[in-house]
Structures are given as C-alpha cells and as structure tokens.
Nanobody
Framework: QVQLVESGGGLVQAGGSLRLSCVAS????????MGWYRQAPGKQRELVAD???????NYADSVKGRFTISRDNAKNTVYLQMNSLKPEDTAAYYC?????????????????WGQGTQVTVSS
C-alpha cells in the first residue's frame, strides 16, 4: 500500500507565499507523473500543475508565473511553491501520483491521492 501525505497548507494573506509538500511512501518501484489538484467549495476539482519524472512541468493558466512545481525523485517528494497568493487560490489542495509497484515479477500501475491540505488566502 502506498500513501501520499501532504503538508504546508494554512492561512495566509493575499500576496503571501506557501510551500506545499507531498511525500509518497510504501512499496514503490518508481513514480511517473506527480501533480497538484485543488477543489474550492462548489467547484469541480481542477489540475493546478503536474510534472514528469524528468522535470517537465505543466500549469493551469490561473497560476502561471506565480506557482512552481518541483520534485525530488530521491525523496519521492513533490513540491508546490505558491507565491503572490490570491483569495481565488483558496481551496483544498490534493497531491496525486502515478506509481509503479512490483508484485512478485508483475508491474502494477496505480494512481494515488493524498487526503488534502487546506489553503486559505484572506483579502
């Protein structure tokens, strides 16, 4: 069983910064894409940013220039540096990872989600 644990959320004023971390643990062979999603009240969950194992990143238009996604493959960790935060960024943020596990000699691909961390930006 693989577990993703997020940290770094909290309350911050508009214009401030937060850094989210997500650590994957368990019987992991390798991790492909990792990403951050968010869900605000009354809205559908949306992709914020994702990153390949090689470091190629993709961002939602609403966060381009303000957020930076990165990863440390040796630590099975993905980060989201959030700068110039706006009230519109308020949401529960969820870590996602596409993980390969080896059961005996069989590779198994599974997608895992963290439980979420709340980010609240006050005006």
């Amino acid at each position: 069983q693989v577990q993703l644990v997020e940290s770094g959320g909290g309350l911050v004023q508009a214009g401030g910064s937060l850094r989210l971390s997500c650590v994957a643990s368990g019987k992991i062979f390798s991790i492909n894409d990792m990403g951050w999603y968010r869900q605000a009240p009354g809205k559908q969950r949306e992709l914020v940013a994702d990153i390949t194992r090689g470091g190629s990143a993709n961002y939602a238009d609403s966060v381009k220039g303000r957020f930076t996604i990165s990863r440390d493959n040796a630590k099975n960790t993905v980060y989201l540096q959030m700068n110039s935060l706006k009230p519109e960024d308020t949401a529960a943020y969820y870590c996602n990872a596409d993980i390969i596990e080896i059961i005996a000699v069989s590779p198994i691909r599974m997608t895992y989600w963290g439980q979420g961390t709340q980010v609240t930006v006050s005006s």
